[in-house]
């Protein structure tokens, strides 16, 4: 681990301009992702900033009827907030798939959506990855592509050696069910604040695969904020892995169903959480029926690359998530019709 | 040179345990409580105030020559002691379990990702890493041989080794390395008819993927520079003479100067058999006059052992209308990697298991060990046998399809029993209950049919599967392993065995060197001392080589072979004491014995303080089973094995078909343990052992590209977890062995050998899909 000079500022604005002025800091909030890369080497930062005690722990009921989640919430809180369960199942459901009872525990609301990327290419610091070392090459490509994208991605058929190439998938749980819930994030710059719908939160690899969002060096997450959705509203968050438990998407889908209208959004497919508005857009004003979803599926994943890869590559994932939307989208139904 | 040894922090202490239960009973483990709290010292935790950390620099290529190699730049590092390269190997420069084919640190060639190239000592490990990132290593890199199989096509165009490998006396058989090939081993099992017919023939090919030990306590020790220029070790491994001898060898030192203690292991299931940091930790002691401590984190500890073989086989089974096996013809080959470690023995067993516990008339097998550069493959649970299993038993399935029988009574009607004849053409001269493990498992009640609980369902609480497109299959399979060391290899134990009286109360003190890697060996050695000399407390002495060989924790054989020694060396101290006591009291040592801390007769107890005084008994035995021998190498004919293990399995899984989950809803299992040393710790066996089957059926596999591993982490190489691990229905048969101590059996391999392909049947059953290979994943199953 390389040495590094710990700071922890008395309050948010404290931290948002100490970070600005140092090219090589980084915040610290629950650490859960981020110490593990300080051990790998992956992060080498020059300054930690703790900012653990410096944004609100409070889940508060917003005017409109949705929530304010403090950016310092664990995973563990909002998952066990009883609004957070009755309003938006998708999101709690979510956050339990997730991790583990102990990581939970420590990761917080701000620090989930900024995890990076569970690529083990981009974990081995002894291989090229342009999301590590811009310009250095992906070493996925081929690879171990299981956990890897097969949407959004630089290029139809990826060079592993070109620049902008990167295939890594975005590994939270929680962001794919506040992409679907049309979360607001609340922000903290040097500039002052600034809201960002969450939806645009995350980027794709597009010329520069090292920046997983939009945010620029010193802006801190304060708070994420959940719209209220519409009466009757259902949601739901079904993920699909290698294992019962302790592992990552293979692909997940998060769903709400209301008034006939479908949101959806995808895990474990892209290098962001996916918001399937093709298919969404698809399904506006006909019938949910199985055979409707899975055509709109079928529409949204026109532009799907699987990726080969050394255990038969990840192809597999185009009918599996397909299958998984057509499944959590008739539960959702039944549950409205019933 | 140095300061004299001093004993580290986290070095093992005496288990002085909870006192009573003898044989049989479900005795507590002395290091139980330690554990629990958390206060048992693992490897890990070794540490002297003065010590230095070494740290291993280790080659990024599977294939390569190394044209030159600069350390002036990491010796430049403040704070760094020593940087080593394979020209600071006083003594031999490669070693082995088997063949000594593998170098200390590499010379001049690197054979796999992740061989040592060089060693650094330094007063930080942060420190230690930054200067062995800054060794300058020029490697002319070469495509590397990664098919087993066309490794052996080839043998002169891919030769990866070009030196003959020195056969050492550590070799358990009589194994070839063929000059300037790929072959480590080619075994040949020859019966009966070499041109056999059948009414019904099956023919499938099966590929198993590379299992990982993934043993929770990572490879870690401690060399301590001693005043007599030797050195002390402390190490967390299976075998510490094997251990030893091959660090002899590479210090140039007599066995005397180089003096081993098992530190606290983590889980080893055969991952510890070969050298780790053994000789690199001693070599940097040496060199600095520090201790030195060397401790791999979990990716490291990736490269840092074997694993098990991947295994490609051809199966071809012929069999008469009725249902009776004519022939089995079986091609195996074994993906060893870069170095021998256990593939000789490993082949050894692939082979003259390969068929599984049935009788066949007509037998033609050939199984290879090859060369490749791929990870180095050797000893995991169940070797040989595990990888042969899953194409055994998956044909007795598919042969079952193809003549319309139920599989069950397929397999009971070729089983073997006591009497029968094995492939090796050895007589089964203990009880083989086949038959009977399966129709007890056929005869326990099924699950409830359908689960009312989402998390009970595939994907369980990741709320994936409510029940649509669900279906439920059943599979059974038998195992049939080898116990202890086979073909001619001199397998003993030593145990010293002292009786003493301290403030009043009898202790025996017993001092083997048989390594306990979490099994529960500790505890049998206290039942089997409690039993034999009638006293509650006993004392387990740390594990070390100021005592004989115990041989290895391996082949399911240290309760067998070290329980042997241990009950052996008990009866010598009882013998003295009885005669002691005769001559105290006049009675016939015919009409003493020991119980309760007392030497009793009729109408006599006189206390073992009386007879004994301040005087203490010791014996020191040897102690071997019945010698096997080599098996001939042109049919595999030989008396080959000592002792078979024997278990089945029936698995129970729910499959979602659309998403490819399985939900693994009941294990039950029945195995011939000949004696319950320990129930409690056989049920333990039983249910760790499944486990670890249903890992490689389902999830586990080291994926490897071009000779390089995709997956050395616990994010990306998948175990299962409890949640994966269903309930089981386990029972225990007890059918004496004759040969062995108490009539028992080795348990730990069996059930590591027979769950596996249990899961693979039920899930084949429940998908109607041929399933040649495992680990299943999620797209295996979703037709697509």
Redesign the interface.
């Known amino acids: 681990m390389k040495p590094f000079a710990f700071a922890r500022p008395a309050d948010a604005a404290e931290a948002v301009a100490t970070v600005a002025t140092e090219p090589r800091a980084v915040f610290l909030a629950g650490g859960t992702n981020l110490v593990d890369h300080l051990k790998l080497g992956v992060a080498r930062p020059d300054l930690v900033v703790d900012v653990r005690r410096l944004t609100s722990r409070e889940i508060t009921d917003t005017a409109d009827g949705g929530l304010r989640i403090g950016a310092a919430v664990t995973n563990s809180e909002l998952a066990a907030d009883r609004r957070v369960r009755e309003r938006y199942p998708v999101l709690a459901q979510a956050l339990l798939a997730g991790a583990t009872g102990q990581l939970r525990n420590l990761a917080t609301t701000g620090g989930n959506p900024l995890q990076r990327t569970r690529c083990v290419y981009f974990q081995d610091v002894s291989t090229p990855c342009n999301k590590r070392e811009p310009g250095s090459g992906c070493s996925a490509v081929g690879g171990y592509t299981r956990y890897h994208a097969i949407l959004g991605t630089s290029a139809a058929l990826p060079d592993p050696t070109a620049p902008e190439t990167c295939i890594a998938t975005h590994p939270s749980d929680m962001a794919v069910a506040l992409a679907v819930l049309d979360a607001q994030v609340q922000v903290l710059g040097p500039a002052g604040a600034r809201t960002i719908p969450f939806a645009e939160l995350h980027r794709l690899p597009g010329d520069d695969p090292s920046r997983d969002t939009v945010l620029e060096h010193g802006e801190l997450i304060t708070a994420i904020d959940l719209p209220p959705l519409p009466a009757g509203a259902r949601s739901a968050y079904r993920k699909v892995r290698d294992r019962a438990s302790y592992a990552f998407a293979l692909v997940s889908v998060a769903a709400v169903v209301a008034d006939g209208e479908v949101r959806l959004a995808l895990g474990g497919v892209a290098h962001k959480p996916w918001r399937a508005s093709r298919a969404e857009e698809a399904l506006r004003g006909g019938p949910v029926a199985d055979d409707a979803v899975r055509h709109a599926m079928d529409v949204e994943l026109t532009t799907a690359q699987p990726q080969p890869g050394v255990d038969g590559g990840n192809g597999f994932k185009i009918p599996l998530v397909t299958r998984t939307v057509v499944a959590t989208v008739r539960d959702l139904t039944q549950e409205t019709q019933a | 040179m140095s300061a004299p040894a001093r004993t580290p922090a986290g070095a093992p202490g005496h288990l002085t345990g909870p006192a009573g239960g003898g044989i049989g009973t479900d005795a507590q483990r002395p290091d139980g409580t330690l554990k629990v709290r958390g206060e048992f010292a693992y490897g890990s935790d070794l540490w002297m105030e003065d010590m230095l950390w070494g740290v291993t620099l280790r080659s ?1 290529h599977p294939y390569a020559r190394i044209r030159s190699i600069d350390v002036g730049p990491a010796l430049a590092v403040p704070g760094v002691h020593a940087v080593l390269t394979s020209d600071d190997v006083p003594g031999a420069k490669a070693y082995g379990l088997e063949l000594a084919d593998q170098p200390v640190l590499a010379v001049d060639v690197v054979r796999y990702q992740g061989e040592p190239v060089a060693l650094v000592a330094a007063d930080h490990p ?1 420190t230690a890493r930054a200067a062995a990132a800054r060794i300058v290593v020029d490697y002319e890199v070469w495509e590397p041989v990664t098919d087993a199989i066309a490794a052996l096509g080839h043998p002169r165009w891919n030769a990866v080794h070009e030196d003959d490998a020195e056969v050492t006396e550590l070799s358990r058989e009589s194994a070839h390395l063929h000059p300037e090939g790929n072959l480590v081993r080619h075994l040949k099992v020859r019966t009966g008819d070499p041109s056999p017919t059948a009414d019904v023939v099956v023919v499938n090919t099966y590929e198993v993927g590379m299992q990982d030990q993934a043993f929770l306590g990572p490879e870690s020790g401690l060399a301590v520079p001693a005043e007599d220029g030797g050195v002390e070790l402390y190490v967390a491994t299976q075998w510490l003479h094997v251990d030893q001898r091959q660090i002899c060898s590479a210090l140039g030192l007599p066995p005397e100067q180089v003096r081993l203690t098992l530190a606290g292991v983590g889980g080893a299931f055969g991952g510890r058999e070969d050298l780790s940091m053994h000789v690199h930790a001693c070599l940097l002691a040496l060199r600095t006059g520090r201790p030195v401590k060397m401790s791999y984190n979990r ?1 490291e500890s990736f490269f840092g052992h074997v694993h098990r073989h991947p295994a490609t086989m051809r199966y071809e089974h012929g069999a008469t209308r009725d249902g009776d096996l004519v022939y089995v013809k079986a091609e195996i080959y074994f993906d060893g990697g870069a170095y021998a470690s256990s593939t000789p023995a490993v082949v050894g067993n692939g082979g003259t298991m390969g068929i599984g516990p049935y009788v066949v008339p007509n037998v033609h097998v050939d199984c290879y060990g090859a060369y490749t550069n791929n990870p180095p493959c050797g000893a995991m649970r169940g070797f040989g046998s595990v990888q042969t299993a899953f194409a055994y038993e998956s044909q007795m399935d598919a042969l079952a399809a193809a003549l319309g029988m139920d599989p069950v009574e397929l397999r009971c009607r070729n089983a073997m029993e006591q009497g029968s004849t094995a492939i090796t053409g050895q007589v089964i001269d203990s009880p083989a209950p086949v038959v009977e493990l399966l129709r007890r498992l056929e005869a326990m009640p099924m699950p409830d049919a359908a689960p009312d609980d989402l998390r009970h369902m595939p ?8 029940g ?1 497109g669900v279906r439920r299959g059943v599979g059974y399979a038998v195992s049939y392993k080898n116990v202890a060391f086979s073909e001619g290899f001199d397998d003993y134990s030593t145990a010293r065995v002292r009786l003493e009286v301290v403030g009043g109360e009898p202790v025996a003190t017993v001092h083997t060197a048989a390594a306990e890697v979490g099994q529960g060996l500790v505890t049998v050695e206290q039942q089997i001392a409690r039993t034999e000399l009638g006293v509650d407390r006993v004392v387990v002495h740390p594990k070390d080589t100021q005592v004989g060989s115990a041989g290895s924790t391996s082949a399911s054989r240290q309760t067998y072979v070290t329980g042997g020694a241990v009950k052996a060396a008990c009866e010598a101290v009882r013998g003295q004491v009885l005669a002691r006591a005769a001559e105290l009291t006049g009675r016939p040592v015919g009409e003493l014995r020991l119980f309760d801390g007392a030497v009793v007769g009729e109408g006599l107890e006189l206390p073992l303080a009386e007879v004994l005084g301040d005087d203490a008994v010791e014996e020191t035995l040897e102690w071997r089973h019945r010698p096997t021998e080599a098996i001939d190498p042109e049919t595999g004919q030989g008396f080959a094995h000592v002792q078979y293990a024997f278990s089945a399995h029936r698995a129970v899984v729910d499959v979602d078909t ?4 399985v ?1 693994v809803v009941e294990m039950a299992c029945t195995q011939d343990v000949g004696k319950a040393i320990n129930p409690q710790a056989v049920i333990g066996q039983i249910q760790g052992g499944t486990a670890q089957g249903l890992g490689l059926a ?2 586990e ?1 080291i ?3 071009d000779g390089k591993v ?4 616990f ?2 190489y ?1 175990i ?2 409890i ?2 691990m269903p309930p089981m229905r386990i029972e225990v048969l007890e059918y004496a062995d004759p040969h062995a101590p108490y009539g028992l059996r080795g348990v730990g391999e069996a059930p590591n050998i027979s769950s596996g392909p249990a899961v693979l049947a039920a899930i084949r059953q429940a998908t109607g899909l041929p399933l040649t290979r495992v680990p299943v ?3 295996h199953l ?1 037709g ?1």
């Open positions: 990024p942060e990716e994907g369980g609480v990741s709320n994936t599967t409510h649509e659309e998403l490819g989950l939900k389902v999830m596999e994926l490897i590209r995709q997956n050395p982490s994010t990306d998948l299962p977890t949640l994966d994943r999620p797209e979703t697509t």
